[in-house]
């Protein structure tokens, strides 16, 4: 891969001391198993948000995959139907929703709230139509953070011939005026399951809960947003104190292993998302890589589950984490 472009998918903000952070976060937790819990073959099936799963591991938004492979968001989705779990497409994807589509899997679309509702409203009823499955919001991002290595690589703009394909030609635009009565808008828009990605604060939660949100994300963009934010699995306990069960948490930055999966799941997530691990499965061998690398973690959590004692990702409980 060019290494422009390497470090654009690799890198965080600031000291990068988030992106670190994240998966220090998984490396500081230790298991304690249980046995001879006579748990048989493992059942590692999921639901979230009416969108059944294979395992409870999606592919989390990521911008510009055909600078990854010359397949694209297409060859990631590929690697997701076969693996039987969802993408979620980014709103920066150099290829058309439509197109995605085609690869047959069950695809959830990422939105950076937009000013303009008018073409907001159009994306929504453009993806939805493609058969879009949840709207994923992200809404950690009001400015762009500080990425010094794109900075210093000077990486500002895609090459040539390389757009968001599903923008119409315009500029994503990161709104720091934006605030809930946007969500209340966007609940009101669509029918689909509102899914909040970003939040890290308990009161956001407990926010995002009031304001209809059908799930969370608990995530810092992997890193990329504000430098020295809180880790993820750091942040959860708290969040899903604020919920309260009453909506479904997921979590992703710096899961890394099948056991990390474990690790989050027995912590309380519903379910987690993986971004780079997936970028590096695409751009080592297109649909096949992506695939591959959803398969180990399956094999990893599966393996972990039967170690630990767990049948099925409920079984796990935050005493079997310390
Ligand atoms: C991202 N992420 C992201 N999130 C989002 O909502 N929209 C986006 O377009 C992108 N783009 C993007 C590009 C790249 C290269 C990376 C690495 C990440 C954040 C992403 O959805 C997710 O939160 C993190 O990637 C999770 O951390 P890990 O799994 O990469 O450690």
Redesign the pocket.
């Known amino acids: 891969m060019n290494p422009v472009h390497a470090d654009?998918?690799a890198g965080g903000a600031g000291e990068e001391r988030t992106l670190k952070a994240?998966t220090d976060a998984y490396a500081r937790r230790r298991i304690i198993p249980r046995v001879l819990r006579g748990t048989g073959p493992r059942d590692l099936r999921t639901t979230v948000c009416g969108t059944d799963l294979s395992m409870p591991v999606l592919i989390?938004?990521?911008?510009?995959h055909l600078l990854a492979h010359p397949a694209g968001e297409t060859g990631t989705a590929a690697g997701a139907a076969a693996a039987g779990t969802a993408m979620?497409v980014?709103?920066?994807a150099t290829q058309p929703i439509e197109q995605i589509a085609t690869a047959g899997a069950t695809l959830w679309f990422?939105l950076?709230p937009q000013p303009d509702t008018a073409f907001q409203d159009a994306l929504i009823g453009r993806v939805t139509k493609a058969g879009v499955k949840a709207l994923?919001v992200?809404v950690d991002s009001p400015v762009l953070g500080h990425r010094r290595r794109d900075l210093r690589n000077g990486f500002t703009d895609l090459p040539d011939g390389l757009a968001c394909a599903n923008m119409d030609g315009r500029d994503i635009v990161m709104d720091a005026a934006l605030g809930w009565p946007h969500i209340d808008r966007l609940r009101a828009a669509t029918g689909l399951p509102l899914i909040l990605?970003?939040i890290l604060h308990p009161a956001d939660a407990a926010l995002a809960v009031e304001h209809g949100a059908d799930a969370i994300i608990v995530?810092n963009?992997?890193g990329?947003q504000l430098d020295g934010a809180i880790a993820t699995l750091d942040a959860l306990p708290a969040v899903l104190g604020a919920t309260g069960g009453r909506i479904p948490v997921l979590i992703?930055?710096?899961?890394r292993t099948g056991t990390d999966v474990l690790v989050a799941l027995a912590l309380g997530a519903t379910a987690v998302?993986?971004?780079?691990?997936v970028?590096r499965g695409l751009a080592a061998g297109g649909a096949h890589g992506v695939r591959e690398t959803l398969e180990t973690l399956r094999a990893q959590l599966d393996h972990g589950l039967a170690l630990a004692g767990a049948q099925r990702p409920a079984d796990l409980t935050p005493d079997l984490i310390t």
């Open positions: 654009f998918f994240n989390a938004p990521t911008a510009f979620v980014s709103m920066a990422q950076y994923v992200t990605k970003g995530s963009h992997g990329r992703d930055g710096g899961i998302l993986v971004g780079r691990p970028i």
